[in-house]
Nanobody, 117 residues
Framework: QVQVVESGGGLVQAGGSLRLSCAAS????????MGWYRQAPGKQRELVAI???????NYADSVKGRFTISRDNARNTVYLQMNSLKPEDTAVYYC???????????WGQGTQVTVSS
């Protein structure tokens, strides 16, 4: 069974940094598109950043220039480096794996990021 597990969330002051990690089990990770999404209280889940198997990236306008998504295929892990954090970045951050091998999408349980002003 494929599992997606996020880590690295926490409480940080505005202007600070955090790095989120997402570890995926199962085979075929290197062929999968991986993404980070977030959901703030009372709001819909939204895309933050994605990275394809070839390493192409795409970011939400609100995080461009501040967040960087990357992947380590040897570790089956994707990262989200978040710099210059703002209070409006406060949300639960979810990792998503679009598995080519299994033809399914997997979500992690989420990790809370809280940015204080």
């Amino acid at each position: 069974q494929v599992q997606v597990v996020e880590s690295g969330g926490g409480l940080v002051q505005a202007g600070g940094s955090l790095r989120l990690s997402c570890a995926a089990s199962g085979s075929g990770f290197r062929g999968d598109t991986m993404g980070w999404y977030r959901q703030a209280p009372g709001k819909q889940r939204e895309l933050v950043a994605i990275i394809t198997a070839s390493g192409r990236t795409n970011y939400a306008d609100s995080v461009k220039g501040r967040f960087t998504i990357s992947r380590d295929n040897a570790r089956n892990t994707v990262y989200l480096q978040m710099n210059s954090l703002k209070p409006e970045d406060t949300a639960v951050y979810y990792c998503r794996q679009d598995s080519v091998n299994y033809g399914l999408t997997y979500w992690g349980q989420g990790t809370q990021v809280t940015v204080s002003s």
